[in-house]
């Protein structure tokens, strides 16, 4: 877990997890509650941005892009129950989203390296 702060007050708290995907990153308020959730998996000796998702205020998913290479993605839409509301299926450039390494505002993740 890493906190960034200024002037002694704490701008956001990263949380970074292992398990189901490569890497995934947690952006928590002061108090620990989840605004934004990245998943990352292992891509041609590098990292993709696999899913993104941001939170309603009582934790759950607010709203979750699932991406693929080929730049196709799935976007859902969820009410604050967590029921879906809308899904729709979408293309985008996903050039951004192929990285060496995780970039947390101006400091770098500590995912491992492949091994």
């Keep these: 877990m890493a906190i960034f702060s200024s002037d002694d007050e704490i701008k956001y708290v990263v949380e970074i997890m292992f398990g189901h995907y490569y890497c995934g990153i ?5 108090i620990q509650k989840r605004t934004k959730t990245e998943a990352y998996v292992k891509h041609q000796g590098g990292l993709f941005l696999r899913e993104k998702a941001f939170h309603h205020e009582n934790g759950g998913a607010k709203i ?26 979408e293309t985008i450039d996903v050039t951004s989203h192929f990285r ?16």
Excluded at 26 to 30: S, V
Excluded at 70 to 85: C, H, V
Excluded at 103 to 110: A, M, R
Aim: aromatic share 14%; net charge negative; hydrophobic share 20%.
């Design 100 to 115: 060496n390494r995780i970039n947390l505002g101006e400091h770098y993740s500590s995912c491992p390296k492949d091994e």
């Design 26 to 30: 947690r952006y928590l308020t002061p």
């Design 64 to 89: 979750t892009y699932l991406y693929e290479t080929d730049g196709k993605y799935r976007k859902t839409l969820f009410n604050e129950e967590g029921e879906i509301i809308e899904q729709t299926f």
